[in-house]
């Protein structure tokens, strides 16, 4: 029996109809390169017989009204591929946009809880003969890190099948009993004080640390201090979706001449293509927004307190100087910025955002989230933050999906109420693949931002020209 940490089942706590905490990765494939010849009942079987060595696609949510504790995952001994894995084809002429609409829809569409929390579509019928999958996990069961690790092990160096180990197969996501349920939860509920103890003292000293890293000019933003802009109000449950790619080597000569960060470079290309957007609408701030970066705590020391879980990130915020118009400008800036914002999120300690998860009540933040997302409210208290922007790093050589080639794969993550755009970011293959998702009412055209990101990335370029 494994549990969910408090930061995986939040997810599930703070899904709304309106607010969907799904992952979303779009995937375009080269079907030519599949052994024998594409079709989508192979697919659909190879998949299938992968998944046999990877439990955490068979894995279901267990609750009980008798279980004190978060709920767990165990063995969906009723599996059925079939109810996963599905076959669409998008009208003509099958372009960009089309794709993008189909996406859009289905990523406002809930994941259903009584089965494990995934699904694919296999999308045909796109103008350049090749095929596209849709990949929606739920954000309880993985993080961007492990997203990506999930879907390199449905990945090859080479169009062949690989050979499964047969001790894999035999393992299993496991099975809680109701007394087992039960008892797991009270014992995990009595260790709390515990826990509260040690969290306590690091949480109170919080305030005053950042406060007087403020006052030194060595803090990243504080949150409520955001601009509204026309995408920080409540959110439905429809999307719009774009997407794009640029060079990685491009962005890495920008980096080398400016002396950044890679993760500098998208961020001033994002704030560049957020200017022209906020701009051409008449709406653009005096001040910067502010982005929550998700930052990743994999492999730093974990609290013996803390549960496990999948899900481990934190999150740190940095401005956007979108009140910059030269993008030189910008980005020494947002180089100078970043580090600053580095440094404050890295003198915290990482468990303190997934020990305090531990406590959170699911009824309680059910309501606090209804009464969040009204619109009067959501429209009224102080912007949070203005949008969520996450770098996830992939692999730079070629890789073949159930034996299609990949072209592109972008990533796509949740909206929330009061920051309805996401933009997210995906290396692979020496191209950066660049998703934006938003709530449709909000942002009913997100392709202006994509075309004002290459435009930006054109523009650093020839800033690097002597």
Known sequence: MERLSGLDASFLYLETRSQLMHIVGLIELDPTTVEG????????????????????????VRDSIV????PVWVEDRKFDIERHVHRVAVPAPGGQHELAEFCAHIAGVPLDRSKPLWEMWVIEGLADGKIAVLLRMHHAGVDGVTASDLLAQLCTLTPEPPELDKEVLSHTAGDASFAGLALDGAWQVARRPLSFVRLLPKTAQLPFDWVSRALRNEAMPAPFRAPRTSFNKSITAHRSIAYTQVSLSDLKRIKDHFDVKLNDVVLSVCSGAL?????????????????????????DNDDDLVTQGTNKVTGMFTNLPVEIADPVERIKTIGS???????????????????????????????????YSSQELAERHPVIYNLVISNVPGPDFPLYYLGAKIEAMYP???????????????????????????????????????????????????????
Request: hydrophobic share 40%.
């Open 412 to 466: 796509l993550g949740p909206v929330f109420h009061g920051a309805g755009m996401n933009i997210t970011v995906f290396s692979q293959n020496g191209l950066l693949n660049i998703g934006v998702i938003a709530c449709k009412e909000l942002v009913p055209d997100p392709w202006p931002i994509m075309r004002a990101f290459e435009a930006e990335v054109k523009s650093l370029l020839e800033a690097c020209d002597p």
């Open 337 to 371: 910025q970043v580090r600053t914002a580095k440094e404050h999120h890295g003198s915290m300690d990482s468990n303190l955002l997934r020990g305090w998860a531990q406590f959170v009540p699911p009824a309680t933040l059910g309501m606090a989230m209804k009464l």
């Open 37 to 60: 010849g594409y079709s989508f009942e192979k697919m659909r079987d190879e998949l299938s017989r992968r998944i046999g060595a990877l439990p955490t696609f068979r894995r279901k």
């Open 275 to 299: 200017r022209d957007y906020l701009d051409n609408n008449d709406e653009l701030p005096d001040q910067p927004l502010v982005a929550m970066v998700p930052v990743s705590v994999h492999g």
């Open 67 to 70: 279980n004190l504790d978060h």
